[in-house]
Structures are given as structure tokens and as C-alpha cells.
Nanobody, 117 residues
Framework: QVQLQESGPGLVKPSQTLSLTCTVSGGSITTSYYAWSWIRQPPGKGLEWMGVITYDGVTYYSASLKSRTSISRDTSKNHISLQLTSVTPEDTAVYYC?????????WGQGTQVTVSS
């Protein structure tokens, strides 16, 4: 089972770009047929799926966030990255990196990101 660890700034100013990294250990991000997703949970609200990058680098995004979201990978570092542009206070949330493989899922512990001036 892979282990996931999110990292990035905990505070981002409105209109800036939120950038997070997910460090994966215990397995390669290119192993067939892993899918690596970013999910967030705003305070007092439910989980929101943001997008996914597959083991072979294909990406899919939530329709509501597609225009502002980019998920990429660095295979040399075994990292998955998230960028969310033009953030507003409504993007304040705990952000999770997750994996799915053959019906088995893993989650990182999550990282709190607050959007505030």
C-alpha cells in the first residue's frame, strides 16, 4: 500500500495560485493502473473531487473547476502536483491526495489551505 503526503503553503492570497505537492512512497506513480486524485473539503461541507491523473499521465478534471485546475506529475521525484489558479476564500479547504488501484484506496493526511489577504 502506498503512502501519500501532501505539502504546500497553508496560506494563499486571493487571486494567487495555490500549488500543492503529493509525495508518494511505497510505490511508483507510473505503476499500472494507478489513478491519483486530488479531493478537497471546505469547512462545514462535503468532499469535492477536483481531478485525477492516471499512471500513464492522462488527466480528467471536475467540470466546475476545470478552467482553474491543473494536475501534473514528476516521475523522477514520484510526485503528483496540483495547481489551482485565481483562488478566492471559497477555495479554503483541507486538500487531500488520494490513490486508487484495483479497488484499493489510500489517502494522505490532508493539508489545510486558507485563502485570505
Amino acid at each position: 500500500q502506498v503512502q501519500l503526503q501532501e505539502s504546500g503553503p497553508g496560506l494563499v492570497k486571493p487571486s494567487q495560485t495555490l500549488s500543492l505537492t503529493c509525495t508518494v512512497s511505497g510505490g511508483s506513480i507510473t505503476t499500472s493502473y494507478y489513478a491519483w486524485s486530488w479531493i478537497r473539503q471546505p469547512p462545514g461541507k462535503g468532499l469535492e473531487w477536483m481531478g485525477v491523473i492516471t499512471y500513464d499521465g492522462v488527466t480528467y478534471y471536475s467540470a466546475s473547476l476545470k478552467s482553474r485546475t491543473s494536475i501534473s506529475r514528476d516521475t523522477s521525484k514520484n510526485h503528483i502536483s496540483l495547481q489551482l489558479t485565481s483562488v478566492t476564500p471559497e477555495d479554503t479547504a483541507v486538500y487531500y491526495c488520494t490513490s486508487l488501484w484495483s479497488g484499493l484506496g489510500s489517502w494522505g493526511q490532508g493539508t489545510q489551505v486558507t485563502v485570505s489577504s
